[in-house]
């Protein structure tokens, strides 16, 4: 073996036996939050999702849309219903989806129920 050899063996030597020594950092990550910061980040979500996307049920009379609104809270009880007043019609509006293929979902599996329905995104001044 020549003296370059062997040096080169004796660095790897040394890089080898220096590199099992030395290990990584280990540690504990405490994230200590006011408990305001969640109530916050969850009023932000409800914001920025509310009244993007509506499914309608039916319109007509009131007596006809209370009636609708009832047979649709007994049948999904997963999504919010109100009744909404626009003249001359009483309305059934259903759920504040975030987006449309949400939206286009819960309407594939209401309108086995209500023929009629259709999603839409409710003007600023229906809100």
């Known amino acids: 073996m020549n003296f370059k050899t062997l040096k080169i063996t004796l660095i790897l030597a040394v890089f080898l036996g220096i590199s099992t020594i030395v290990t990584a950092q280990e540690g504990t ?22 009244d ?3 499914i309608q049920l039916d319109f007509g009379s009131r007596s006809k849309a209370i009636a609708l609104r009832e047979k649709f809270e007994n049948t999904f009880s997963q999504w919010p219903s109100e009744l909404v007043y626009e003249t001359p019609n009483y309305k059934v509006w259903v759920g504040n989806f975030s ?4 939206a286009d979902i819960a309407l594939l599996k209401i309108k086995k129920k209500f023929s009629k329905a259709m999603v839409f995104e409710p003007k600023k001044e229906d809100k």
Not at 37 to 49: A, C, F, G, P, Q
Not at 99 to 102: A, C, N, V
Request: aromatic content about 6%; cysteine-free.
């Open 99 to 102: 987006t449309r293929l949400e």
């Open 29 to 50: 990550v405490i994230i200590d939050q006011d408990s305001d910061i969640e109530k916050l980040l969850d009023y932000k979500k409800d914001v920025k999702t509310a």
């Open 52 to 54: 993007l996307y509506k």
